[in-house]
């Protein structure tokens, strides 16, 4: 058993002082470090001093680490050349990738505080250094496919890869399954996959109205999709409505990703239906998607995305550009928001017992110094210089062991 101590922890949404944390692979204890320290005269406690702060790892639910071989391959600037481009250069980047360039971003999001990610797999081939990683993977199986005739196909596919997954399920590698989006996913290969998550309770995800030209194919079969569809898929019909498809997430609350043309209609329901929205505000910017209206929302999670859409997976930099991007926003109300959101948020999401300092929960830190001269005015100004000072962790520990 160990004792950790520093000048905050970030608990109940609060940044509270003079508190200890007993822990061995889980916390054990919170309690005032004088107690603690009564109680346990034995354990010498690891304290860090000046401004620091002890947060609950952060989690990271959306990221593509099969694509982390991109660098400047595939086009930003406009969601439909990018998609092009993931056609044309998919399998290069694919053969491309190797273990290394996959742990080098599993580190990057360490070192930014990370320690649960949510990888969302299209092909399998990160399945064994997600396994191996020393953070929490929620191992998304990806199911993708708008032909009916290649439904059954796609499913075998899809249930070999879950299966496999379910195989090396622990407490640090959480089997889950990622419906694409309702542009590529026919209704029945949705209904499928559902109905195995239901079965085996298994955390849900999906990109949801991300670009416009994904919005206009689902509401009137038209915009730039047309002739992608009419070019790769010969079909010149949307396989799903967007209310068709949210229909089909009745009663189990989904994680859905971007959702940057939603209306207040549609957070409406998806809030209604206690559905989470993970905001990716970087890939929305670099692949031309334009800003989710995140006052809407009542359950916000932040992801990085991949490589694929993005040009670093630190969840500081996201927190950063989040922050830039909602001007309007309270700066300090914001910023405790998206504190939030890496935190007790996506915890609730993903019903794991991760992201908050809780007995029983795993001893998963993120802990940060912030400036000397940094004075405690309100839990607001701790939280934003959180986000605008840091550029890395002091140290990032999972399971009570430092990574
Ligand atoms: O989130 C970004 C942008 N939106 C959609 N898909 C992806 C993203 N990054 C990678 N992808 C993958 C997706 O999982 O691209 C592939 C899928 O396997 C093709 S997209 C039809
Ligand atoms: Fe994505």
């Avoid at 509401?219 to 967007?242: C, H, M, P, Q, R």
């Avoid at 309270?330 to 998206?338: C, V």
């Avoid at 830190?365 to 839990?379: M, S, T, V, Y």
């Avoid at 934003?384 to 002091?394: G, K, N, P, S």
Wanted: hydrophobic share 40%; aromatic share 10%; charged share 20%.
């Amino acid at each position: 058993m160990k004792i950790i101590t520093a000048k905050y922890i970030y608990r109940d949404a609060t940044y509270q002082e003079n508190m200890g944390i007993l822990y061995n692979n889980k916390i054990i204890k919170i309690a005032p470090l004088q107690s603690l320290q009564k109680e346990h005269p034995d354990i010498e406690p690891i304290r860090y001093d000046g401004n620091s702060i002890i947060y609950p790892g952060f989690i990271n639910p959306h990221t593509h680490l099969e694509f982390s071989a991109n660098r400047a391959r595939l086009q930003f600037g406009s969601f439909i050349e990018w998609l092009y481009s993931v056609f044309a250069y998919r399998e290069e980047l694919v053969e491309a990738l190797d273990a290394s360039l996959m742990q080098n971003a599993l580190q990057e999001m360490a070192q930014s505080g990370v320690t649960t990610i949510g990888a969302i797999s299209s092909f399998g081939a990160d399945m064994q250094v997600c396994k191996e990683a020393k953070q929490r993977v929620v191992y998304f199986n990806e199911v993708i496919g708008s032909n009916p005739a290649t439904v059954d196909a796609l499913f075998g596919d899809f249930q070999h890869r879950l299966e496999e997954s379910i195989a090396l399920a622990d407490d640090s590698f959480y089997p889950a399954v990622a419906i694409h989006s309702p542009y590529a996913v026919h209704p029945i290969l949705i209904q499928a996959v559902l109905n195995v998550a239901k079965s085996k309770n298994l955390p849900t995800t999906a990109h949801f109205l991300e670009s416009k030209a994904e919005k206009e194919w689902l509401e009137s079969n038209s915009g730039d999709f047309k002739e992608l569809f009419a070019k790769y898929f010969n079909t010149a019909t949307a396989v799903n409505t967007i209310d068709g498809f949210l229909k089909l997430f009745d009663n189990y609350p989904t994680l859905f990703t971007h959702c940057t043309q939603a209306e207040q209609e549609h957070f409406d329901y998806l809030n209604s239906h206690k559905h989470s929205v993970i905001h990716c505000p970087r890939s929305n910017r670099l692949l031309g998607c334009g800003r989710t209206q995140i006052e809407y929302v009542n359950n916000l999670l932040l992801g990085t995305d991949g490589y694929s859409s993005n040009y670093s997976l630190s969840i500081l930099e996201e927190l950063k550009a989040a922050l830039m991007l909602h001007h309007k926003a309270d700066l300090k109300l914001l910023a405790s928001r998206l504190i939030e959101s890496i935190t007790t948020n996506a915890s609730k999401a993903l019903k794991l017992p991760v992201g908050e300092l809780k007995e029983g929960y795993f001893a998963d830190f993120a802990i940060f110094k912030l400036a000397d001269d940094l004075e405690k005015n309100d839990n607001g100004s701790l939280a934003l210089h959180t986000i605008i000072d840091c550029q890395q962790t002091e140290a990032t520990i999972v399971g009570g062991e430092t990574i």
